[in-house]
């Protein structure tokens, strides 16, 4: 096996899949923008969660609305589900884990508030309860997945977001899910604060 030679495959298959993913994505993207802009400009918050990566994902981008992304500006209402260790574990153990996020959703999110969902694996119960938990609760949904089968875009509604990644690579699907986050990030501001 040539190690160089991998890598250099690991690049193109990235660069392939953002290079798909710049046309696919760039609609969805501004919509999800715009969406989030409405909800922040009528008072309402952003509840971001996911799994692993997308966990982590979710804690950055509630980090770039709470604190800044590129530009000076107010903070602005966002909170990822994924960070309270006791609440966690407590859901889990008392309940099952597939609420974890749900259980938080009923107790926090209002109607109009939004949730940014996040996975790479497109079947995990805890997500999907999480959306399930946001449409009882009249809140709507902006989802980034990947071309995994699975469920979790099934629970969608009319007026909700999927940015779908076209890969079924999960590890593509996040390094496309950075690049999302941070155009949501910018498209925010830009709409905020003009250029």
């Known amino acids: 096996m040539n190690l160089v030679e991998h890598v250099q495959q690991k690049f193109a298959q990235s660069i392939k899949t953002q290079m798909e993913a710049e046309s696919l994505l760039a609609e969805p993207i501004a919509r999800a923008a715009s969406l989030i802009v409405q909800r922040l400009l009528e008072g309402s918050k952003i509840l971001c969660c996911g799994n692993g990566a997308g966990a982590a994902d979710a804690q950055r981008f509630s980090s770039d609305m709470l604190n800044r992304f590129e530009r000076e500006r107010p903070g602005l209402p966002a909170l990822a589900l994924t960070t309270d260790t006791s609440t966690l574990t407590a859901?889990?153990?008392?309940?099952?884990?597939?609420?974890?996020?749900?259980?938080?959703?009923?107790?926090?999110g209002h109607p109009g508030d939004l949730l940014l969902v996040i996975s790479s694996h497109d079947d995990a119960e805890n997500l999907c309860a999480a959306v399930a938990a946001?449409?009882?609760?009249?809140?709507?949904?902006?989802?980034?997945?990947?071309?995994?089968?699975?469920?979790?875009?099934d629970h969608l509604r009319e007026h909700d977001v999927e940015i779908r990644v076209p890969t079924e690579h999960a590890s593509t699907a996040r390094e496309v899910h950075v690049v999302a986050?941070?155009?949501?990030?910018d498209l925010i501001d830009l709409q905020l604060l003009g250029s």
């Open 91 to 108: 859901i889990a153990s008392d309940y099952d884990y597939d609420e974890v996020f749900a259980k938080q959703l009923h107790a926090i």
């Open 134 to 153: 946001a449409h009882e609760r009249e809140m709507f949904v902006v989802m980034l997945t990947a071309n995994q089968p699975g469920r979790l875009a």
């Open 181 to 185: 986050l941070n155009s949501l990030c």
